[in-house]
Every structure is written in C-alpha cells, then in structure tokens.
C-alpha cells in the first residue's frame, strides 16, 4: 500500500491550496486518516484527522478555522483545503493512514513522501 500526496506548490499568502492523498492497494482498511507537515528545522505537527467510520475530525490549535479535512471513502482518498494561507504554513504536508492490512490481519501505519507547500508573503 502506498500514500501519493498531491496540489501541493508556491502560493502567495491570503491564498488557498487543496491537497489530496490517494491509497493504492485494495487491501488495506482505513481507519482513521491525518494530515501532519514538517516545516525546516521544526518537528513534525500533526494538523488534522478523520475517522473513515463517521467522519469525526480533530485539528491542531494553530490551523482551526483555516483547514478543513474530509474524506472520500469510495476513492480511498482524503483531502486538506487550506484557507487563508500564512507564510508561517511553509511545510511538507504528509499523509498518513492508519488501518489493518486485510491479507495479514496486522494494524499498520503508513506515511507519503509529502507534497511541498510554500506560501509567500
């Protein structure tokens, strides 16, 4: 199974991206999807989940009101539309998938390579 990121690019502030992530593979259930980035000398922050089951989100503090997470189960895809953008949100945008491999039966999670977003003041 692998995570492909996407939408990603150079924005200008004020701006607004839409990022997606696809799971290949047919054989891995998705439980739970999330959207963390990794700034250049930061740690990686965790901003934005969602439950495949009933679509409960959560959000990091620093990006409520301008991210909003959703899903398409149909697709095996989850998007992050990003409002308002700040030069502060320059970042890889990871995607990361939580689920059970159904041909082990083993709990996994699984990261993209990332999609890089930068934003211009």
């Known amino acids: 199974v692998q995570l492909v990121e996407s939408g990603g690019g150079l924005v200008q502030a004020g701006g607004s991206l839409r990022l997606a992530c696809a799971a290949s593979g047919s054989t891995f259930s998705i439980d739970v999807w999330a959207w963390a980035r990794q700034a250049p000398g930061k740690q990686r922050e965790l901003v934005a989940s969602?439950?495949?089951?009933?679509?409960?989100?959560k959000y990091a503090d620093s990006v409520k009101d301008r991210f909003t997470i959703s899903r398409d189960n149909a697709k095996n895809t989850v998007y992050l539309q990003i409002d308002s953008l700040k030069p502060e949100d320059t970042a890889v945008y990871l995607c990361?998938?939580?689920?059970?491999?159904?041909?082990?039966?083993?709990?996994?999670?699984?990261w993209g390579q990332g999609t890089l977003v930068t934003v211009s003041s």
């Open positions: 990361n998938a939580v689920g059970r491999d159904l041909t082990t039966s083993k709990y996994l999670e699984i």
């Open positions: 969602i439950t495949t089951t009933d679509g409960s989100t």
